[in-house]
C-alpha cells in the first residue's frame, strides 16, 4: 500500500497560480501511475490530470489543459499539480491517488488509493 497526503491548497484569485503537492509513503513510490482528480461541492468526481509510473506519459483533461501541468519526483516520492490561470471554475478539493500498473487512467474506480485532499479556492 500506499499513503498520500497532498498540500498546497489555498485562495487564489483568477488568474493566479498554486502548486499542490502528494507526498507519497508506504511503498517503492515508482511503482505506481498516479492522477490528479476534483470534487467542487454537489458536484461528481472529475479527472484532470495523469501520469504513467516512469512520468514520460501524462494526460490533462481539456478543462485544465494549457494551465495545469501534472510532474512527478520518484527520487522524492512527490507528485505535483502546477495550476496556472486558475479561474473560478477550478474551485474544488484536489485529490492526489495511485494506482499500479504502468499505464495511466483517467477512471478514478482504476485508483486503489487516495490522499485527504486538498481545497483549491478561486475566486473572479
Known amino acids: 500500500q500506499v499513503q498520500l497526503v497532498e498540500s498546497g491548497g489555498g485562495l487564489a484569485q483568477a488568474g493566479d497560480s498554486l502548486r499542490l503537492s502528494c507526498a507519497a509513503s508506504?511503498?517503492?513510490?515508482?511503482?505506481?501511475?498516479m492522477g490528479w482528480f476534483r470534487q467542487a461541492p454537489g458536484k461528481a468526481r472529475e479527472f484532470v490530470a495523469a501520469?504513467?509510473?516512469?512520468?514520460?506519459?501524462?494526460y490533462h483533461a481539456d478543462s485544465v489543459k494549457g494551465r495545469f501541468t501534472i510532474s512527478r519526483d520518484n527520487a522524492k516520492n512527490m507528485v505535483y499539480l502546477q495550476m496556472n490561470s486558475l479561474k473560478p471554475e477550478d474551485t474544488a478539493v484536489y485529490y492526489c491517488?495511485?494506482?499500479?500498473?504502468?499505464?495511466?487512467?483517467?477512471?478514478?474506480?482504476?485508483?486503489?488509493?487516495w490522499g485527504q485532499g486538498t481545497q483549491v479556492t478561486v475566486s473572479s
Open positions: 508506504g511503498r517503492t513510490f515508482s511503482n505506481y501511475a
Open positions: 501520469m504513467s509510473r516512469s512520468g514520460g506519459t501524462t
Open positions: 491517488a495511485a494506482r499500479e500498473g504502468f499505464s495511466l487512467s483517467q477512471a478514478w474506480s482504476s485508483y486503489a488509493y
